[in-house]
Each structure stands twice: as structure tokens, then as C-alpha cells.
């Protein structure tokens, strides 16, 4: 007497096509049919900028100190000249942080597009 296994299972997987992309491309795969097919991916890095913006202003304080300029045809400083100290304010503005993440995106039945640095898998079943 033979023995059974049950349930008996066949993969309902027909293929399944991985990789890597370090930017935003387009990937030739093996061709597979896209009405039976999806793609998994995983970011690997993010880009983004920081842009705040705002108003900025400085005041300069003088202190101490004596200039007097002297007449005729030699000018004459006589005296010291004064001390400044500055006070720089920032008011107002916003901050802008943008950041995308890459994935991967089956384009047809044999490229796959990243829209930046990413792990993928094109998965095809039965």
C-alpha cells in the first residue's frame, strides 16, 4: 500500500525574477504575462531637500569712541574709532522637506521601471 500526503500543493508560482537598482531606470526582464504577474519592491535609499526661507535682518551698534576730520587740504583723524556689536534676527519663513523613496513598477510584459534606488521581485503564477 502506497502512502498519500494531503493536501497535495503544486506552487501556484510560474517564476519570480529579483534585483537590485541604485537609481531611477528602466529593466529588461524575461517576458511574462502581465495579467498574471505583480512586482514587490523595497526602498533602498531617499533623496529629498531642505529648503527654509524666511526674513533676515542685522543691526549694527556702534559704541564709544571719537572721529573729528580736521580741514584744509590734509585730513586729520584724531580720536579712536568706536566698538561695533551686531544682533542678526530671522522671522517669518517656512521650511520645505521633500523626501521620495524608490519602488519598482511592472511598464510592460518585459521592462520594469524603478523610480529610484530599490530591491524588487516580478512575480509571475500559474
Not at 529593466?27 to 514587490?40: E, L
Request: proline letters at 5%; charged letters at 5%.
Amino acid at each position: 500500500m502506497g502512502s498519500n500526503f494531503y493536501p497535495q500543493v503544486s506552487s501556484p508560482i510560474k517564476s519570480i525574477q529579483r534585483g537590485s537598482a541604485g537609481s531611477a531606470t528602466t529593466i529588461t526582464i524575461s517576458a511574462v504575462d502581465i495579467s498574471k504577474t505583480f512586482v514587490r519592491s523595497h526602498s533602498t535609499g531617499a533623496s529629498g531637500t531642505l529648503a527654509p526661507s524666511g526674513n533676515a535682518s542685522t543691526t549694527w551698534n556702534p559704541s564709544g569712541g571719537s572721529t573729528s576730520f580736521g580741514g584744509g587740504g590734509n585730513i586729520q583723524v584724531p580720536g579712536s574709532w568706536p566698538n561695533y556689536s551686531a544682533s542678526v534676527s530671522i522671522s517669518g519663513g517656512s521650511t520645505s522637506l521633500t523626501t521620495s523613496e524608490g519602488g519598482a513598477y511592472l511598464a510592460n510584459s518585459t521592462q520594469i521601471t524603478t523610480t529610484g534606488a530599490c530591491n524588487y521581485e516580478v512575480i509571475e503564477y500559474n
